[in-house]
């Protein structure tokens, strides 16, 4: 072509098949030539890639342990979701196949093409040299920009990153050139850790509200330490919000005995825990044997004495039953023979002796109750219980955690009930229990458990249903309301498909919803 366009683009083609040496000089010379008119940037202060703990400084490998470890096969992931761009990139106008500033830098994600520095990540023997492009990598975080175009910056083509984890890096790099945010329950925490380190917020966030939606009894100690180290308020409250309200189940968590002995004593001084005092000695103990191997120690009762220190005092083995000290804390050798001696003495004498230990017993959570009807009543013919179900849908507008159910008894004085509670949602069970009550004749509700409070997340629909055996009459309630406000959340009831004896939004039987919020 001979037209101004055309001689350009020669030009250009002409440009890039120059040799190596050619062109590094040209771009030797092009920097001299800006050099005197380029602005100096402010400093910036390096500082900002180490987070401030007092914590020992971990391994994201170490902060969120898997049995299965996610990284390396996250990472080929990565890679073979990207090994086109690495391979086949030939057309020498691939740039117009993408119409947007978007799609353009997403084929560069991890892409060796015009790369210009590279990341060794993660510990020895487990690393990943990861390609990058300077200008991407500063438009996506302040700490990426300091570090190559700040005053202090070095020149480096390889970088080593040893604390954070291949697979979270990956996931950071994605969200920086795809603007896309790829998270699992595996590598989420190592991903807020480097996106933490980097000061990628938008990407934090996300991390945290994962978190947040996943946060179960099982994992909820080791993010309560975690949240502290991120320092993440919010997520914080989230985790105690669980721990307190499925204290027996959080306690008896894996995760338990991987936090560190801070977070310990801090669950321990809890005076809202809600759980039976053995359960706390108990899980006290499988903490302190696991902290003894990850200090090498032999799991004697006077290392595991040893490990706990000041944590051993905030038990509050006096208020135990007495069955539960006797067959548990007393035999278990971690006590010392004056301290036994001490409190068998603090439950049968009148003098008590002075203790260590916290005396006192913990508050624990008061439950709450949802009350649907705005009246009840019995006839003659009303309600009869054969083997069939009462049910009914609820949701909620904030997370809490259901512990029981209110239910009516005998209309025809005092009378025993055999009761299946059960609660479900879109058809999986979270929970049930057999249990039996006694009425006393009253139009009362009368309160049935299950073995553990279960969760119930917002904006969700959960079906509550249970089967009676008993008196064939009972009362049941009337002018049922479908939306009832209880404390600070909002209850919505609807009629469920299970329910087979009659029960509805309008009248039926579970009164009385029992929860923690």
Known sequence: MVDAKGRNMKCLTFFLMLPESVKSKSSKSSKKGNASGSSKLPPVC???????????????????????????????????????????????????????IRERNSVMFNNELMADVHFVVGQTGRTQRLPGHRYVLAVGSSVFHAMFYGELAENKDEINIPDVEPAAFLAMLKYIYCDEIDLSADTVLATLYAAKKY???????????????????????????????????????RCWEVIDAQADQALR????CDIDAQTLESILQRETLNAKEIVVFEAVLSWAEAECQRRELTSSTDNKRKVLGKAMYLIRIPTMDLDDFANGAAQSGVLTLNETNDIFLWYTAAKKPDLQFVSQPRKGLAPQRCHRFQSCAYRSNQWRYRGRCDSIQFAVDKRIFIAG?????????????????????????????????????????????????????????????????????????????????????????????????????????????????
Not at 210 to 223: I, R
């Open 46 to 100: 390096y500082e900002i890639i180490t987070l401030r703990s007092k914590k020992k400084k971990k391994m994201a490998a170490d902060i969120f342990p898997t049995k299965k470890p996610a990284s390396t096969t996250t990472v080929q992931h990565y890679q073979q979701q990207n090994i086109n761009n690495n391979n086949t990139i030939q057309n020498c106008n691939w740039q117009g196949l993408y119409s947007t």
């Open 199 to 237: 000061i990628v917020p938008h990407l934090a966030r996300a991390c945290v509200n994962f978190l947040e939606t996943s946060l179960s009894a099982k994992n909820a100690c080791v993010l309560l330490s975690q949240s502290c180290l991120f320092e993440e308020p919010e997520l914080t409250q």
């Open 253 to 256: 968590s894996e995760g338990f």
């Open 405 to 517: 159910f209110g239910l009516y008894g005998s209309s025809c004085g005092s009378a025993e009930y055999n009761a299946k509670i059960e609660l479900k949602r879109q058809g999986v069970l979270l929970g049930q229990n057999l249990n039996k009550y006694f009425s006393d004749g009253s139009s009362n509700t009368f309160p049935v458990w299950f073995e553990y409070p279960v969760q119930i997340e917002p904006d969700t629909f959960y079906t509550a249903s249970v089967v009676l055996d008993g008196s064939e009459l009972s009362y049941f309630g009337q002018e049922g309301m479908t939306e009832v406000q209880s404390g600070k959340v909002t209850f919505q009831f609807q009629c469920s498909s299970d329910s087979t004896n009659g029960t509805g939004v309008q009248g039926g039987q579970i009164p009385e919803l029992i929860f923690y919020a």
